[in-house]
Nanobody, 118 residues
């Protein structure tokens, strides 16, 4: 079973930047899509950004222009670069790996807390 481990969260001031990492114990190329989600207290988990196994990226409108997703296949790592963070970005951030087809799989990391202060 592949495991995902997020890191890079912490306390950051509004307007600052942060980069989250998601390291996979298996090859990220085996998954169709790697994605970043977040969940704030009392809210549903929401999709932020995704990158396919061919390197195509998509960033949701809620963070477009501020967040970016990238990967390093050699390190089996996916990143979420967060710029100009806002207080409302405070949440637990999760990495997800999704594979469909003959042997589907859906893996979540344990999450990393991001807290944005005024």
């Amino acid at each position: 079973q592949v495991q995902l481990v997020e890191s890079g969260g912490g306390l950051v001031q509004a307007g600052g930047s942060l980069t989250l990492s998601c390291v996979s114990s298996g090859s990220i190329s085996d998954f169709n899509v790697m994605a970043w989600y977040r969940q704030a207290p009392g809210n549903q988990r929401e999709l932020l950004a995704a990158i396919t196994n061919s390197g195509v990226t998509n960033v949701e409108d809620i963070v477009k222009g501020r967040f970016a997703v990238s990967r390093d296949v050699s390190l089996d790592t996916v990143y979420l670069r967060m710029n100009n963070v806002k207080v409302e970005d405070t949440a637990v951030y999760y990495c997800n790996a999704n594979k469909w087809g003959a042997a589907p799989d859906d893996v979540w990391g344990q999450g990393t807390q991001v807290t944005v202060s005024f």
